[in-house]
């Protein structure tokens, strides 16, 4: 394995190791590009991975300080914890249930589509579904995506079964088990899928794509591709030209260290990474490193999100197999007649007893809480994931109180649903129970949003400098040499899981670095 | 189809979960004793009825009748431990039990533990749920209880399944009821 001097400023620095920092430095070190990938936390194989969601959940978590505001139930009910990530290498595609879509056409070009939306700042990629097709196929190729490629599908499970039948009598179309990146035949050296459920626990077979064991070992199989874990990166520094030049981590022990650079791409996810840039102000970056546009942290994205858990006469034992191995699409077409712009998925999940405790109705207690509980064995469930409005006011700013054991600032994350929103999730709640009621549902409860697992936005892709923070290529606007690789590019959200995208854009960038440093564009 | 066998409901905690007693836990000396002397809890720093009385109230929270009062304890037995750690818990608990006490008993005439029917022990918490108590011991079951692998048999809950090979050959896909719905 590769290690590089931290005086080597011929490297390119990648921040986090996730569907976008992990996949781009595989990309670039199989380019020959020599990468060091900087990773807050630790390194866990897959062996490592516990089947107990609370233990889990403290051994590959994001559990630093965060603060909420703004008007959703996550900062009521979890105030502390704004989204649900992971602080390792592989970032949070440990925890991804694996669900691997292509956004729709139109919904790269949402502000052509819908209009203009009141209180909504949408904006239209500066890049299309052609363009990116080719980059969709390379991403489905690499992750084993089902569903392409002839790749067959994974066979369905309780949950799905009773979903599936539910999805017959409502008369939808456009229904199966999934595009997911699990192995449903072994494939690239990973197993097939042993239906163990735990998805979001680290998946223990291997079966379940991951940047963590699949393509970051492929990079470090070059020998160009150094991963520093326990590096928590604190600082982006540029010198007098305005090119960033290097980076301050703090290592295991609180040690600061300095990395050089050529360049720096940034994949902390949509908290972290515009927290970075924040803090990254100098006396030429006064409101912060990238933010000439103001739009650092702005935009702030999360999907439009919530849960259906139904209750049967008889037992379903959901939890059995894949966790969200389940789909239908016929609602994420966009139907202003239904009320509301864009569309949902509805997919399948299931949560242990320990998370449905936590998560079925935060807060509440009593008998009919414990009624439905003490039907567990008894319940199917799905989750609702659909285009949210991006809103200039959600967004993430650095608490001015508040330091983490570095002495960085915290972040804090402000989230209020547009109208949109709300009317949509109103809709989808109103489809997934009349779903499971045709199929003699005799309880229905209607979940609220977990804490966020899909973080979006926070430094977009604008094809004008002043409407957001990167170029079509994830390029600063206002420094060359910076790069944001993650979901904090999204311009929009669609209504589609984000890693299948966040790993094809990785791909497409890394062409463009690998052009531009070789004809010393950067 | 692969069914677990739970828990059969006992008459007696079917009584218990409808109207007729709360009275199921012996208070003697530092100890509570369960039903029949099932389990017992000896506390050392809050008293032993207040201890009784926090079972209760956990109870009373998330109410399953198929569970016996010692997986609430199991919870509760934790305050014990802390309290002697940290004065200003065992000071909010004893405050704050007292203030639910005196409403039960302006209200109901008897302290909170020794109010027969549920529906009135609830009451007293709905006027409560603003306790610093409250959402203390609503937070710490909402984790401790239906964390505790004892119980999840009874829900029909598996747990841990990698190294059981997953559900592959162990009925991830048994359903067999859903053609006659």
Redesign the interface.
């Known amino acids: 394995m590769a290690k590089f001097s931290k005086s080597d400023n011929s490297v390119a620095v990648i921040i986090g190791s996730g569907a976008g920092g992990g996949v781009l430095g595989m990309e670039l070190a199989l380019k020959g590009i020599k990468t060091v990938i900087l990773e807050a936390g630790g390194r866990h194989n897959p062996q490592d991975f ?5 233990a889990s959940f403290g051994q590959i978590s994001w559990l630093d300080k965060r603060t909420t505001s703004g008007d959703w139930r996550v900062a009521r009910d979890f105030s502390g914890l704004p989204s649900w990530i992971v602080k390792a290498v592989g970032g949070s595609t440990l925890h991804w249930a694996g669900a691997s879509l292509r956004f729709q056409p139109h919904e790269w070009k949402v502000k052509t589509e819908y209009g203009n939306i009141k209180g909504a700042s949408l904006e239209d990629w500066p890049i299309d579904h052609k363009e990116m097709d080719k980059w969709y196929t390379k991403a489905e190729n690499h992750m084993g995506t089902l569903g392409t490629g002839g790749r067959e599908r994974l ?4 949950n799905y ?2 979903f599936e ?1 539910g999805a017959k009598r409502m008369g939808y179309k456009d229904f199966h088990t999934g595009n997911m990146s699990i192995n449903s035949k072994p494939y690239d050296g990973r197993i097939a ?6 998805c979001f626990q680290g998946c ?2 291997g079966a379940k794509w991951s940047s963590g064991y699949v393509s970051i070992p492929k990079g470090e199989a070059t020998g160009k591709l150094e991963v520093r874990t326990h590096a928590q990166v604190l600082k982006i520094e540029h010198g007098k030209d305005g090119k960033v030049n290097g980076v301050v981590y703090a290592d295991k022990k609180g040690t600061i260290h300095k990395q050089r650079a050529r360049i720096v791409c940034v994949a902390g996810n949509s908290i972290e990474s515009p927290r970075l840039l924040l803090n990254s102000e100098s006396n030429m970056f006064k409101n912060g490193l990238a933010n000439s546009s103001g739009q650092v942290g702005r935009n702030y994205m999360r999907h439009m999100t919530a849960s259906t858990y139904a209750i049967f006469e ?4 959901f ?4 966790t969200m191995a389940g789909i239908v699409t016929d609602e994420s077409r966009n139907d202003p007649s239904r009320g509301f712009v864009g569309g949902y998925e509805l997919e399948t999940l299931a949560l ?3 998370f ?3 998560f079925l109705d935060p ?1 509440q ?3 009919e ?2 009624a439905s ?2 039907q ?3 319940m199917a469930g799905l989750w609702i994931v659909g285009e949210d409005m991006p809103q200039a006011s959600n967004r993430v700013t650095l608490h001015k109180k508040f330091k983490d054991k570095f002495g960085m600032p915290t972040p804090n994350v402000h989230f209020s649903d547009h109208e949109n929103d709300i009317k949509m999730r109103n809709h989808a709640w109103k489809q997934s129970t009349a779903l499971y009621e045709s ?2 549902a005799t309880k229905v409860i209607q979940t609220p949003p977990y804490p966020s697992t899909h973080n979006l936005g926070t430094n977009r892709m604008s094809a004008k400098a002043r409407d957001g923070v990167v170029n079509k290529h994830g390029q600063s606007w206002d420094v060359k040499n910076l790069f944001i690789s993650d979901g904090s590019q999204f311009t929009t959200g669609a209504a589609e899981n984000p890693t299948l995208t966040i790993v094809a854009l990785a791909m497409r960038q890394a062409e463009y670095i690998a052009k531009q440093m070789s004809s010393k564009a950067i | ?4 066998k ?1 828990q059969a409901i006992s008459r007696r905690s079917f009584l218990k979960g409808s109207t007729v007693t709360a009275l199921g836990l012996t208070v003697m000396g530092p100890t509570i004793f369960g039903k029949n002397n099932a389990w017992s809890a000896t506390f050392k720093n809050i008293s032993a009825d207040d201890g009784a009385t926090l079972v209760q109230m956990a109870r009373d ?4 009748d ?1 569970l016996a009062d010692k997986y609430y304890a199991a919870v509760i037995s934790g305050y014990d431990k802390a309290a002697g750690k940290d004065k200003s818990l065992k000071g909010m608990i004893g405050k704050e039990l007292k203030k639910i006490n005196s409403a039960s008993m302006k209200k109901y005439k008897n302290n909170y533990r020794m109010i027969n029917r549920e529906v009135e022990r ?1 009451d007293i918490l709905k006027a409560n749920t603003k306790s610093p108590l409250f959402a203390k011991v ?1 937070g710490d079951l ?2 401790g ?3 505790n692998k004892e119980v ?1 048999p009874k ?8 190294s059981k ?4 050959n ?6 067999d ?2 053609d006659k ?1």
């Not at chain 1, 516990?50 to 609370?54: I, M």
């Not at chain 2, 829900?155 to 990698?162: R, W």
Request: aromatic share 18%.
């Open positions: 516990v089947n107990d969601e609370w066979p369905g499970n309780n079964k009773v039948a899928c042993q239906q163990i459920g735990f223990k077979s008889r037992p379903v034992y939890y059995r197999g894949t242990g007893l320990p449905m405790a936590a807060g207690w009593g008998r809480f414990t509980m003490d567990y064995d008894h199929v003699g | 189809m692969r069914v677990l739970k929270i998330y109410p399953h198929h609830v609503r909402v984790v209880l239906y964390n999840w829900f029909g809950y598996e747990g841990e399944s990698a090979g997953g559900y592959l162990r009925g991830y896909n048994d359903i009821w859903l719905v």
